[in-house]
């Protein structure tokens, strides 16, 4: 299974724009790029997942490069609620059940 | 929709104990499954199931059963509980499989095992 590196913190300012990195080098045709969060204490969520364009939903953006080699999760405007661990996960497509394989994630740490 | 629930969502055992944990999910969706997630780490599946009567192994199977009698209904059975169990267990569901269904989690059951 193709794997996914993150860094193991990252810090912001309130109000600030956060980018979460991600690299997948080992990414395969069939593999989308997805990002899932756990606020303290509570269950992951989705955030948002792509295959090959950049895309925008209410919570968050997702960058993909072009080579599909890295991506940046991007929370515009961070607010205290954003921090928790942020997850990023490839779901390869050929696989019915399309398994979440969680890895250590970001702990995103804002400050006011 | 209440979506996912678990219960308890707090539970002591002592080794060589069993018991069951509930899941259930009020969204009608064919995919459930179950993980664990140790201190400091991601987490980890356990068990899964496609649909009513269809059940298979994840990562870490071992010291744990599952049925699926119901779509609603997903239980994890620990049947002889032991200290390397101590954990926090969820749950969580998805309309469909694939690389694009949406999974939905509970809020978990946290264990320890005395």
């Known amino acids: 299974d193709a794997k996914t590196t993150q860094p193991n913190s990252m810090e912001s300012n309130e109000e600030e724009p956060v980018h979460l990195p991600c690299n997948h080098s080992?990414?395969?045709?069939?593999?989308?790029i997805h990002w899932y969060r756990q606020l303290p204490s509570q269950g992951p969520e989705y955030v948002i997942h792509?295959?090959?364009s950049n895309v925008n939903n209410r919570m968050a953006s997702l960058a993909i490069a072009e080579d599909r080699k890295s991506s940046t999760l991007i929370l515009h405007r961070a607010t205290l609620r954003d921090a928790a661990v942020y997850y990023c996960?490839?779901?390869?497509?050929?696989?019915?059940?399309?398994?979440?394989?969680f890895g250590a994630g970001t702990q995103v740490v804002v400050t006011p | 929709n209440a979506g996912v629930t678990q219960t308890p969502k707090f539970q002591v055992l002592k080794t060589g104990q069993s018991m069951t944990l509930q899941c259930a999910q009020d969204?009608?969706?064919?995919?459930m499954s179950w993980y664990r997630q140790d201190p400091g780490m991601g987490l980890r599946l356990i068990h899964y199931?496609?649909?009513?009567?269809?059940?298979d192994q994840g990562e870490v199977p071992n010291g744990y059963n599952v049925s699926r009698s119901t779509t609603e209904d997903f239980p994890l059975r620990l049947l002889s509980a032991a200290p390397s169990q101590t954990s926090v267990y969820f749950c969580?569901?998805?309309?469909?499989?694939?690389?694009?269904?949406?999974?939905?989690f509970g809020p978990g059951t946290r264990l320890t095992v005395l």
């Open positions: 969204m009608n969706h064919e995919y």
């Open positions: 792509g295959l090959t």
């Open positions: 080992t990414i395969s045709g069939t593999d989308y």
């Open positions: 969580a569901s998805s309309y469909h499989g694939g690389a694009t269904g949406t999974q939905y």
């Open positions: 996960i490839l779901r390869d497509d050929r696989d019915s059940w399309g398994k979440l394989q």
């Open positions: 199931s496609v649909g009513a009567g269809i059940t």
